[in-house]
Nanobody, 124 residues
Framework: QLQLVESGGGLVQPGRSLTLACVASGFTLEPFAITWFRQAPGKEREAVSCIRPSGGIINYDDSMKGRFTISRDNAKNTVLLQLSNLKPEDTAAYSC?????????????????WGQGTQVIVSS
């Protein structure tokens, strides 16, 4: 069974950091583009950042640039999303998704493997 499993979410104060992990189970992550999405309460799901098999990165929102960093470790079958200088508006369920492609996409329907999500709450 092909699965992605996220971890690392939690409750943090504004300005603090978290690192989210997305681990592949049942398949090798290397040929997959992986995108982190997030969905805040009452809002549409949005793409955060994508990393290609080549390591190329696309960031989808200017508000997250410089604060969120995606990386991959194929040896560990893992993609990380480092969140820094967190703001209350970053509160959301964060999910990773994979597609066997050399290209990234910000559209959720292009992804066929999803994790269950991990909750990030930014509050003082």
């Amino acid at each position: 069974q092909l699965q992605l499993v996220e971890s690392g979410g939690g409750l943090v104060q504004p300005g603090r950091s978290l690192t989210l992990a997305c681990v592949a189970s049942g398949f090798t992550l290397e040929p997959f583009a992986i995108t982190w999405f997030r969905q805040a309460p009452g809002k549409e799901r949005e793409a955060v950042s994508c990393i290609r098999p080549s390591g190329g990165i696309i960031n989808y929102d200017d508000s997250m640039k410089g604060r969120f960093t995606i990386s991959r470790d194929n040896a560990k079958n893992t993609v990380l999303l480092q969140l820094s200088n967190l703001k209350p508006e970053d509160t959301a369920a964060y999910s990773c998704a994979g597609t066997r492609s050399t290209l990234c996409s910000g559209a959720a329907h292009n992804y066929n493997i999803w994790g269950q999500g991990t909750q990030v709450i930014v509050s003082s």
